[in-house]
């Protein structure tokens, strides 16, 4: 099984900062890697896909990069709407196995 | 407009059996991979499986391979999760999700709005 090891566990950010969240893979996964928020109550939303492709309706502030083992989610400037819990998940494997992050908890200071 | 609709919130007893379900619109349901996943309270996600609606071709995450059915009816464009016996450790939020088109796409672009499923005595 791929683990995904997110870090850190909660980032506290200001508003009109950026905030970065990490993602590393246990093995390589290519680009094979989204990231998805998750808001209190609600259903995760994704938000990259392929690594570095964002979503329909995705804002521009929300960016990724990376492949093979290492991955980025990047928020250029937070939004307060921004606070949320954030997943990585990888699917890079046929037969299926995917998995995911245990989530970074996306804090507004 | 994608809509994925799942069953209301279940109070089940260790043992009880249990089938929840999840019905999808606005698009051609039966021509892309549904998939199931599970958060338990406080906890990450967890993929349980993935469905092919058009012909019920079903890959389960090994360690819930004979823990859970996945099925679907792509008559009435509905999925299904069941247990014929659940446990304690089944209490958690089920989500079905929807994977984009094209190959090696695991990702999942719409979701329902979760199903709590609470086992207790």
């Known amino acids: 099984e791929i683990v995904m090891t997110q870090s850190p566990a909660t980032l506290s950010v200001s508003p009109g900062e950026r905030a970065t969240l990490s993602c590393r893979a246990s093995?390589?996964?290519?680009?094979?890697v989204a990231w998805y928020q998750q808001k209190p109550g609600q259903a995760p939303r994704l938000l990259i896909s392929?690594?570095?492709t964002r979503a329909t309706g995705i804002p521009a502030r929300f960016s990724g990069s990376g492949s093979g083992t290492e991955f980025t989610l990047t928020i250029s400037s937070l939004q307060s709407e921004d606070m949320a819990v954030y997943f990585c998940q990888q699917y890079n494997n046929w037969p299926p196995m995917y998995t995911f992050g245990q989530g970074t908890k996306l804090e507004i200071k | 407009e994608v809509q994925l609709v799942q069953s209301g919130t279940e109070v089940k007893k260790p043992g009880d059996s249990l089938k929840i379900s999840c019905k999808g619109s606005?698009?051609?349901?039966?021509?892309?991979?549904i998939g199931w996943l599970r958060q338990k309270p406080g906890k990450g996600l967890e993929w349980m499986g993935i469905i092919y609606p058009g012909d019920s071709d079903t890959r389960y995450s090994p360690s819930l391979q004979g823990q859970v059915t996945i099925s679907a009816d792509k008559s009435i464009s509905t999925t299904y999760l069941q247990w014929t016996s659940v446990k304690s450790s089944d209490t958690a939020i089920y989500y079905c999700?929807?994977?984009?088109?094209?190959?090696?796409?695991?990702?999942?672009?719409?979701w329902g709005q979760g199903t709590l499923v609470t086992v207790s005595s």
């Open positions: 392929g690594a570095s």
């Open positions: 999700a929807k994977q984009p088109e094209g190959t090696n796409r695991g990702d999942f672009d719409y």
């Open positions: 093995q390589s996964v290519d680009s094979s």
């Open positions: 606005g698009y051609s349901f039966k021509s892309y991979w």
